[in-house]
């Protein structure tokens, strides 16, 4: 059994196979070690070559994933398939520099480091030719993850790293399998035992093949940085709950007038609606995103509703009663309907985490 293992995620890469290939082979020769491409049904021959190059070479495996596309599960998926100790995740455009994989594997097999990381914003690495804007972009975006981050790392959207088994075993069910950095997934996972050590490197530019990194990406990237930043920061998780609190109040009203214009119910009947399909709006979105950690599912996601709407009316009582209270005491209607309002928040806040979502 190969204690070292190299996962690399292809798709289109034709052009850069055997020269990924001969460096692995040149870099790694003394070491127990395979590789698995983990290729996502190319269209350009990438698993064809593959698979001619497993057939002689008994150190390259390869998956070919049909209907599925995603870097971060390609990732998960090789990982999986090796029981070696220490793994690396490389790219397969030659932009990461091999040559600094023994270093990356001795630093988790002689020392106390989970994670290894090849990094381009450490010592002496850097990011090579990129242009203005791309560094920009990179820059900006490592800034905003490192709020999330729950071990310090100078580069934690790098593609390039090895971790210790044990660290995949653990984290592979929690990973937003959509997503393009999976370190950084790995690096904002709690109850994970992450020991970051950071090997330098220097980036290199692309030169067959065209990078993957779109719009789409980026979106994903945005969804889960919000995320993580909000589980690691309870100010944010707060901030985003009355965001999805402030979305029900839209869902609300468009469904009062849709019922009330459309569907020409009386007004009892299309408020009451109403503020059923802003609670439930409410609820799916804190679920899939303010307390993604402990997302509900099946029978739970049934009974967290049902303690959730309790909630809810619970706040709502909240804030009628100190509203009214303040109201009563002279305080103007509008500070009265304010302070009433946050309240309310606050406890349904408190309310959802502790009963519903059950983080605390
Ligand atoms: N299996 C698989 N590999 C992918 C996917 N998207 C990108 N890759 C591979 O992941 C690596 C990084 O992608 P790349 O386009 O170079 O991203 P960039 O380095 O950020 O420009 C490359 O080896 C790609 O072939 C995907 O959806 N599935
Ligand atoms: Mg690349």
New binding site residues.
Partial sequence: MPQYAVV??????RDNILPTVERLENVLGSLDWEAIF???DSGDGTWQLLLSIARTKRRIRYIR?LGR???SS?CVEGMLSTSATYIAVM???L?HDAAILPALFAALASSDATVAVGSRYSGQGGIGQWDKTRARMSRFATALAASALLAPCTDPMS?FFAIHRRIIDKTAGDIFLSGFKILFDILTTPGVDLRVKEIPYTFNA?IHGD???NTSVMIDFAWLLIKKICHRLPIANFAMFCFVGLSGVGVHFAALYLLLHVFAQSFVMSQSIATLCAMTSNYILNNKITFFSNELRGMSFVKGYFFFCLACTFGACVNVAIAQSLHTASFSWFSAAAAGIVAGAAINYITSKLFVWKSI
Wanted: glycine content about 8%; cysteine-free; charged content about 40%.
């Fill in positions: 690399i995620p292809t798709l289109n890469e983990v290729d996502d994933r596309r995603g870097l390609a790219d397969a455009d932009q593609g692309r990078t993957k990194l």
